[in-house]
């Protein structure tokens, strides 16, 4: 199956999928194109050191927010890809896109959804509302991405324990570590195995 990956910085859940197809966990799993709403994104360079075409689209240099929703899936229709992976992805994508791709989308948030999610709930964020409320746990949740933030059926999530000493920083590092980065691959795995249904918004996984 050929993938979309979609970012915007660090690249490091990038790095996830292209180590593990390249261990062989996904080894029939090619990344056809990475997407870059930002031309800084690190997560450029990662895609250049491992051969992986790669774009940056940002709305801002279209003449209208249609016209750009129109070439982001012209660009992921083009590479043959039939799932889109949003990595770190900070953008919104236009209803085109959401609409040809629907189920097809899947995005990883840094938090247990439906806590620490929604608009504005992004990188750093999540892990300071988490820490400012005081919970004991927080993780990291992929699902799948439909018209609003968020709200898509859930896929997976996983967990970690809060620690007395965390600052954000370090809770989102490990989060990214032991939650993202493990279960994004995880997600890739199950939906090209086709293990992976929905009925009324509820992803069900086959074991
Ligand atoms: C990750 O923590 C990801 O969960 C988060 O951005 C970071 C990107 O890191 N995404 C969101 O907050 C989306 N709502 P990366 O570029 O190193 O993969």
Redesign the pocket.
């Known amino acids: 199956m050929r993938i979309a990956v979609f970012?915007?910085?660090?690249?490091?859940?990038?790095?996830?999928i292209i180590d593990r197809i390249k261990e062989g966990y996904l080894s029939d799993i090619e990344i056809g194109l990475v997407l870059s709403s930002s031309p800084d994104?690190?997560?450029l360079t990662r895609a250049a050191d491992n051969g992986i075409p790669a774009v940056v689209m940002r709305a801002k240099d279209y003449p209208s927010f249609e016209e750009w929703d129109q070439s982001v899936l012209d660009a992921v229709s083009d590479a043959g890809c039939e799932l889109i992976v949003?990595?770190?992805?900070?953008s919104l994508l236009g209803p085109l896109t959401v609409k040809k791709f629907s189920n097809r989308i899947i995005?990883?948030?840094?938090a247990l959804i439906p806590s620490f999610?929604g608009e504005g709930?992004?990188?750093i964020?999540?892990h300071v509302a988490a820490l400012a409320r005081g919970v004991k746990v927080s993780g990291?949740t992929v699902h799948f991405v439909n018209e609003e933030?968020?709200s898509g059926p859930i896929i997976l999530q996983k967990t970690v324990n809060v620690l007395s000493d965390d600052t954000p920083e370090i809770l989102?590092q490990r989060?990214?570590k032991e939650c993202?980065?493990v279960i994004l691959p995880e997600a890739i795995r199950l939906i090209a195995d086709g293990k992976v249904t929905i009925e009324n918004n509820i992803a069900y996984v086959k074991d």
Request: hydrophobic residues 35%; proline residues 6%; charged residues 10%.
């Open positions: 970012v915007s910085g660090g690249g490091t859940n990038l790095q996830a994104a690190y997560a949003l990595a770190g992805y900070l995005n990883i948030h840094p999610c709930m992004y990188g964020r999540p990291a933030y968020d989102q989060i990214m993202e980065q």
